[in-house]
Every structure is written in structure tokens, then in C-alpha cells.
């Protein structure tokens, strides 16, 4: 595909909707932010940054497709801090990601480079989410001197003995992987949260959030390139084995990261049991392993309260 298609057009109605739809959750959890744009190495792509609130700076890394919004509900607990979120390439209305040839190290640490040097940061503590946290982790490896503390949500994909959901694993499948995306592609806002029941939250908790949630989840994935973002990154990272040889990082390798590292992992998370967490957790120099209880792979939607005190 050129890679100038996957450019997003600002006026595009498309994303007018998604945009609209994030200013409008923003506003229901009393959030006000700024967004900036950084480019993303020579490629020609730019990431789209948003940022909230005042005081000592923290990154938030997502996961999935890299959308910020999800994160919302978490960042309204994080008072008195400033707030620098990555949507990451391919995601969150930065431009679009073709992920399937990239070198995925170089690419995602890259990404989270990128924004600590435009923004003048030297080392910062990350929050990350799934995926995101994996970067992060790399960010940590790779570069040791910019990151002081990880706070991983969610199992953070492809380490060790975690594995993906096998509808996860399915989409890495070339033809399979679009007929079941159309199949989950929610027809309208009030049904587009029903994929994160197999992700462990319960059908109570979903239809407690606010609709303005559900409506971020429809119309950012009308996104143009969206598809392309997001199968291109589950090809990329999983096979129907579990992760990517070239992606999965080792017990050696996760012990290389000499900064401490919390983990929030829900009990319902589809990706890794607890015991795994504790796992995983026990190949890093400094960790501390929360189990949060009844939380699915996006813990704090669940416990938001808990999440919140501990991430801070």
C-alpha cells in the first residue's frame, strides 16, 4: 500500500466523529486536553499526542490499535500530574500503520522515542496497556536512561508463557482475519463494547460506563485504514501458535530491565492467569505483582478507584 494513503486527512467526516466522540468523553469525565502532533522518524507519518493536566509528566502507552481513548476513565484518577498520551501509529488518529514488514523492536521503541525527544522529556515513568506495555518494556531495555518506572495494566502480549485469546491468534490468519473482523465490527455505538466480553468484563460493568465510551469505540474504528492498522498488527505480532518468534521476549531478556516494574493484572484477563502473572513478573529485577480482582484485561474499568491509587 503507498504510504501516503495511510496519511489521515484531518476533514475527513470519519474522523470529524472520532474526534468529536473523544472531546465529548473527555468532557464527561471533566478533562480538558491539548493535543500536538510529532513526526514519527522519516517516514513521512505523524503521531498525535494528547495531553492533560499540570505537574510531574507521565507517559500512558496504549494497546490494541494504539487508541488513547480507552485510557480516559484511568486519567481522570491521575490528578496533579501531566498527563503526555501516544497514540500510537496506526491508531488514536494518527496516521495509519501497515505494521507487517516493519522491524517491530525498532518500531516500537521508535515510537515512544519519538515523543520523549520532541517533547524535551529525559526520563519519565510509562503507564502502559497490553501491548503497549511491551513496548515499553523494550523502551526500557533499549534505552534505560529515559525511563525511570514501568506500570504495566493488563497482560502485556507476547512475553514468556502468555498467549492471545484464539480470536486474537485467528486474525493473524490472511483472508480468515477480514471475514472476522467484519463479523465483530459493531453495526452501531450501543453495541460496540460487546467485543470486551472476551476480554473478562462482565456485561454489568460494560453497560455501567457512559455512552460517550461506547461511541469512542464505534467511530474509531470507522477510521479510515483502521482494518489495515489493526489486522496488520495482529499478523505482525501473533500466529495461531501464540506470538511471532521475532516478538516474544524471554525470561533473559525481561530480566534486563533494571527499573522497577509494577503489574495490574486482572483475575478475569483472557491472556494469563494470575499464576502466569506472577510468572512473568518474577523474571524482572524489581517487581510488584497487584492481582486485581474480578478485573478483566482493561483493569481499570473495573476498578477504577484501585487502579488509579496504584498507578499514581
Known amino acids: 500500500m503507498n504510504s501516503s494513503s495511510l496519511i489521515l486527512n484531518d476533514d475527513d ?6 474526534r ?20 514519527f522518524g522519516d517516514s ?30 484511568l486519567m ?10 501516544i497514540n500510537r501509529p ?26 520523549l525527544d520532541e ?26 536512561e529515559r525511563v525511570s518506572t514501568l506500570v504495566l495494566l493488563g497482560v502485556p502480549g507476547n512475553l514468556i508463557n502468555t498467549s492471545p485469546p484464539v480470536a486474537l491468534r485467528a486474525l493473524s490468519i490472511p483472508g480468515l482475519n477480514s471475514l472476522l473482523y467484519k463479523l465483530v465490527m459493531p453495526k452501531k455505538p450501543d453495541k460496540s463494547l460487546e467485543s ?22 464505534y467511530y474509531f474504528q470507522q477510521l479510515p485504514n483502521y482494518k489495515i492498522s489493526s489486522l496488520s498488527l495482529m499478523r505482525r505480532i501473533n500466529s495461531m501458535r501464540g506470538s511471532q518468534p521475532d516478538v516474544l521476549l524471554h525470561k533473559e531478556e525481561l530480566n534486563q530491565v533494571k527499573q522497577p516494574v509494577m503489574f495490574l493484572w486482572g483475575t478475569n484477563d483472557p491472556f494469563g492467569t494470575i499464576e502466569i502473572g506472577r510468572k512473568v513478573a518474577s523474571c ?18 473495573d476498578r477504577p478507584e484501585e487502579c488509579g491509587s496504584l498507578a499514581m
Open 13 to 18: 467526516s470519519r474522523v470529524v466523529k472520532a
Open 20 to 39: 468529536n466522540a473523544e472531546r465529548d468523553l473527555l468532557s464527561y469525565y471533566k478533562l480538558e486536553a491539548k493535543t500536538r502532533y510529532v513526526p
Open 44 to 73: 513521512g507519518y505523524k503521531i498525535r499526542v494528547t495531553e492533560i493536566g499540570n505537574g510531574k509528566p507521565v507517559v500512558l502507552v496504549p494497546g490494541n490499535t494504539g487508541d488513547v481513548f480507552p485510557l480516559i476513565p
Open 76 to 85: 481522570a484518577r491521575l490528578t496533579d500530574r501531566r498527563i503526555i498520551a
Open 90 to 115: 496506526g491508531g488514536g488518529m494518527s496516521d495509519s500503520m501497515d505494521h507487517r514488514n516493519i522491524d517491530f523492536r525498532k518500531f516500537a521503541v521508535q515510537t515512544v522515542i519519538s515523543v
Open 119 to 144: 517533547l524535551k522529556l529525559d526520563k519519565v515513568p510509562i503507564i502502559a496497556h497490553s501491548i503497549g506495555g511491551h513496548m515499553s518494556i523494550l523502551t526500557a531495555i533499549d534505552h534505560p
Open 196 to 217: 470486551l466480553r472476551f476480554m473478562g468484563h462482565s456485561s454489568e460493568r460494560l453497560t455501567k460506563l457512559p455512552s460517550e465510551f461506547s461511541d469512542c469505540y
Open 284 to 301: 524482572f529485577q524489581q517487581a510488584e505483582f497487584h492481582a486485581i480482582q474480578d478485573a478483566g484485561h482493561l483493569p481499570w474499568l
